[in-house]
């Protein structure tokens, strides 16, 4: 029969070019974001983070963008590699306090050669 | 330099057995946290604990999970007895302390109930 699950939104993009994976948090309250990227059969992997005093983070051919007044976060990847094929997480969390990350469901990018 | 260590890397099992997974944190961290991954629910936190100490078991299903942290280089997640619904991938993360600090995860013990 047919399996019910999350379904995780697909972004397929040619290699070489560039990547923008979406991500929309629910807490207002949330002020440190990670994004993480978990290849088949392996753990999450930390790519780049952000904290809320800052809209924009750069990294080795990654960048996050910050929106606060939307609750809105992206990741871009510039010149996609097929090495980059993979869910993306991303994920939000409270400062003060002890640490709870929250997880979104995750975006597959799948890289065409 | 190692990463956070889980073993095993799958387990088979029928239902009613007990099951140990078993994490390694990174040296250093002292952040440890298990997470069940579904296609049904995605990511989920089970447990957080800080210098050892269970801050928040929320996460833990029912009475069947149990986990601990008897010193700063090890943990282990116990279900006794095992069901199918608990087949899943479990994950252990650790970090540094405090907040704003990223977790980090090692490759998961894919657990799967007869």
């Known amino acids: 029969g047919e399996s019910v699950g999350l379904h995780l939104p697909t972004l397929s993009v040619q290699e070489g070019d560039n990547s923008i994976i979406n991500c929309a948090y629910s807490n207002s309250a949330s002020d440190y974001f990670i994004w993480y990227k978990q290849e088949s059969g392996k753990g999450p992997q930390f790519i780049i983070d952000i904290r809320s005093n800052m809209d924009k983070r750069q990294g080795q051919r990654v960048t996050v963008l910050l929106n606060k007044t939307v609750k809105h976060l992206s990741l871009q990847i510039a010149a996609t590699q097929p090495g980059d094929s993979a869910v993306y997480f991303c994920?939000?969390?409270?400062?003060?306090?002890?640490?709870?990350?929250?997880f979104g469901t995750g975006t597959k990018l799948q890289v065409i050669p | 330099d190692a990463g956070v260590i889980q073993s095993p890397r799958h387990e088979v099992t029928e239902m009613g057995q007990e099951v140990t997974l078993r994490c390694k944190p990174i040296s250093g961290h002292n952040s440890l946290f298990w997470y069940r991954q579904t296609m049904m629910r995605g990511l989920e936190l089970l447990i957080y604990f800080n210098n050892n100490v269970p801050i928040d078991d929320s996460g833990m299903p029912e009475d069947r999970f149990s986990a601990k942290m008897p010193n700063a280089s090890f943990s282990t997640l116990k279900i006794q007895p095992s069901e199918p619904r608990d087949s899943a991938v479990y994950f252990c993360a650790s970090s540094l302390a405090g907040s704003n600090q990223p977790q980090h995860f090692g490759d998961g013990t894919r657990l799967s109930i007869l």
């Open positions: 994920a939000e969390n409270i400062s003060g306090g002890y640490q709870k990350v929250t």
